[in-house]
């Protein structure tokens, strides 16, 4: 949406430019203040000082990225941003820079008293946070002005919509204004309603949702109860997934997939956004960091094993080293997940077919390697490249995901997050052998959604560890 990409760029230039601002106020302090400022002999001369200049840009640019892992710059968090958490966000960013060019930029310089350290630590703090913090609250406070006005709004389709379901309907149209969402059409999934229009909004019938979003200019869905009962909505949400749009649900519709509510939207009627899993925006943006750096990392020092389990494939059977397969991931994008072959390949000449205890398929050193897991290895490669993460809920094919969202419905929430190389199901129940066995894991993969933190990541990393070396893989 260039709507939202426009303010995430505005967001960024102007954060640099106070941030900049900022930080040259902050020098003339510092000349003013220390002893070796004055023997540069002029402001000027200390201010065009080779060092300084290149502070002068650096200090920004590490300070605005400080704010991108913060999640300031977001997709999912640019328009609607509360100016209290904003206020919160830029001084704990501050706070955070204050300390880093501190003790990397300015330790060093010779300061007569220790007094006078804390002074130019709280300068730079002051000089840090108060110009970032004023304009963001300019920029938060049009914002708010200008989504009661009508003037900043997503468009919106409702899907699901009917007779039945026009009180709803009435309070989310009534609730434009606060919520910032204009609907612009009903999509009929059930064939319900007779009219061409629906509380004076147009009924469209589609089948082909993408080519629907895009002609009507669509960029959030929202989704109601279907007539033909919960199987049906999770089937349609399912389709929605992929669209990779925001998804909101009314709170019936939450409560009938699941025991779980996240109120995003408190207006006349509250939805429910299932796109986003329990987790802040920062959170997001480390544990991606956190995914890039580990699994690069484990690429490097695992080259000889990769190399040992390659050649082993190699020599014990036919066919590639490499077995790579069709999964769905986040927001139900399909990617090509890559482990090391360990079944013979023909292994699903009679169609698809989950591995089992003492399985024909799997070959002698395969056995030895899901045993130990270590055919999961070359998926870092996926979490490099954003398909995977290291930690969350397994990734399924096509046809196994329509079985279980058929019987439970929720299944549909596991899109929320990239699926991971281990899970907490996994620790709890290693590899699924049947349908049955995929739906008794899913509570802990919907579980992990609702705490996905550093600490719940490392606690399940730990356990994956524990199982490897002890051989409880399958």
């Known amino acids: 949406m260039r709507q939202i990409t426009r303010e995430r760029i505005r967001y960024a230039v102007a954060d640099f430019c106070t941030v900049a601002v900022g930080w040259f106020v902050f020098n003339i302090i510092r000349y003013f203040t220390i002893p070796s400022g004055m023997a540069w002999g002029s402001l000027t001369s200390f201010l065009l000082d080779k060092m300084v200049i290149i502070g002068q840009i650096v200090v920004p640019v590490a300070v605005v990225l400080l704010y991108a892992v913060a999640g300031s710059y977001n997709r999912s968090n640019t ?10 966000t830029t001084f704990v960013v501050s706070v955070a820079g204050m300390f880093g060019i501190f003790f990397i930029m300015l330790i060093d310089d010779s300061v007569p008293e220790r007094l006078t350290n804390y002074e130019l630590m709280l300068a730079l703090l002051l000089c840090l946070f108060v110009p970032t913090a004023v304009v963001r609250l300019v920029i938060t406070t049009r914002n708010a002005r200008r989504i ?6 997503i468009r919106a389709l409702v899907v699901g919509a009917s007779p039945k379901n026009s009180a709803k309907l009435k ?18 999934v059930d064939n319900k309603s007779q009219a061409d229009t629906l509380l004076g909004l147009p009924v469209v019938r589609d089948d082909d949702y993408a080519a629907l979003c895009d002609s009507l200019g669509v960029h959030a869905l929202i989704m109601m109860p279907s007539q033909f009962g919960i199987g049906r909505s999770s089937e349609i949400m399912g389709k929605l997934y992929a669209l990779d ?3 909101f649900v009314t709170p019936d519709l939450m409560s009938m997939m699941t025991s779980r509510h996240r109120v995003s939207q408190v207006a006349s009627e ?3 956004d ?10 997001v943006n480390l544990k991606r960091l956190g995914d890039i750096v580990l699994a690069s990392a484990a690429l490097l020092v695992l080259v000889p094993v990769y190399a040992a389990v390659a050649l082993a494939v190699r020599l014990d059977s036919r066919g590639p080293v490499f077995y790579r397969q069709e999964r769905i991931g986040y927001h139900k994008k399909p990617f090509r997940i890559i482990k090391f072959r360990t079944m013979c390949t023909d292994a699903e000449a009679d169609g698809p077919a989950l591995s089992r205890d ?25 979490v490099v490249k954003g398909e995977m993460s290291l930690v969350g809920p397994r990734p399924e094919r096509s046809y196994y995901i329509e079985k279980i969202a058929r019987r439970v ?10 699926p991971g190389i281990t899970s907490w199901g996994m620790v709890k129940y290693g590899y699924a052998a049947d349908v049955d066995q995929m739906i008794e894991r899913l509570p802990y993969d919907l579980l992990y959604i609702e705490n996905v933190s550093f600490g719940v990541d490392l606690k399940i990393l730990f356990h994956t560890v524990s199982t490897v070396l002890r051989g409880r893989g399958k």
């Open 79 to 88: 328009l609607y941003k509360s100016r209290l958490d904003e206020v919160v």
């Open 148 to 153: 009661r006005q009508g003037r900043y709004a």
């Open 171 to 188: 309070r989310i149209i009534d609730s434009e204004a606060v919520s910032g969402l204009r609907i612009v059409a009903c999509l009929d």
């Open 245 to 247: 749009k925001p998804l």
């Open 270 to 272: 509250p939805l429910v």
């Open 274 to 283: 299932i796109t986003n899993a329990n987790i802040s925006p920062s959170a």
């Open 358 to 382: 003492n399985d024909p398929r799997v070959t002698r050193v395969g056995a030895f390697l899901r045993k130990y897991r270590l055919d999961e290895l070359p998926q870092f490669w996926n």
């Open 409 to 418: 419905p929720s299944y549909s929430l596991i899109h929320q997050v990239r």
